[in-house]
């Protein structure tokens, strides 16, 4: 696996993904780096209703945050694994934005964003499109900061053609794949990628989207 090239011996790596808590620092620990992944958003949802279709956008992925830290050993340092954002409603409803991931080291807070909902849409006949989710806004205080990949739109041709969203895909977690047959929203997959949009056609019931996958953080400890 790749390990980043710092000053020091490398001693080891923590991988976070509980919601929240502390990560402390080994007995002989003086720098760690940390790699922040934010969640991603929801997939819209859609309304289903006779010979109409909805074609629901992707959620967003979440931004990407790296940080060199130079720490005391024995040193607990609290950090918070953003959850994912939840599918929009079967009424057509916008997916959820999840909470960001974080790490505080003395008086420094890293960010890493979480990426919005997709656009949800109510069925209907006539052709439109619902955007995808935006992608997470730039990380902040990290040594390298990135945005996150919005989500795909999806577009109605007609009442019985459509397709949905594909959700937008992290850099440790692929994107809730979108649809061309009516259901429920595909589930992103692994860290920081966003849900798949929902779709309806013609006399398929109505659905939600795609829930975005939680954030993640991975802690390099060095002498």
């Known amino acids: 696996g790749w390990v980043p090239t710092v000053p020091g011996l490398f001693l080891t790596r923590q991988v976070l993904t509980a919601s929240s808590g502390n990560v402390t ?5 003086n720098q760690m780096l940390y790699q922040l ?21 992707g959620g967003g992925s979440g931004s990407y945050a790296e940080k060199l830290f130079a720490v005391a050993p024995n040193t607990a340092y609290a950090y918070v694994v953003g959850r994912g954002g939840l599918g929009g409603a079967n009424t057509g409803g916008t997916g959820s934005t999840g909470a960001n991931t974080t790490i505080t080291v003395s008086a420094t807070t890293v960010t890493a964003n979480a990426g919005a909902g997709g656009i949800g ?17 730039i ?12 989500g795909g739109f999806g577009i109605r041709f007609s009442g019985t053609a459509a397709t949905s969203g594909i959700g937008g895909c992290g850099y440790f977690g692929g994107g809730g794949n979108a649809r061309n047959t009516a259901g429920a929203g595909s589930a992103a997959g692994n860290y920081g990628a966003g849900g798949g949009g929902a779709l309806s056609l013609s006399s398929t019931g109505a659905a939600i989207g795609g829930a975005g996958s939680i954030g993640l953080i991975i802690a390099w400890e060095f002498a």
């Open 25 to 29: 620092s080994g007995t002989s620990t």
């Open 37 to 57: 992944i934010g969640p991603g958003g929801g997939g819209g949802g859609v309304t289903g209703v006779s010979i109409s279709a909805g074609a629901a956008g």
């Open 139 to 150: 990380s902040i205080n990290g040594d390298i900061n990135t945005v996150g990949q919005s």
């Open 121 to 137: 849409m109510v069925a209907g006949t006539a052709a439109s499109t619902s955007l995808g989710g935006a992608g997470g806004t």
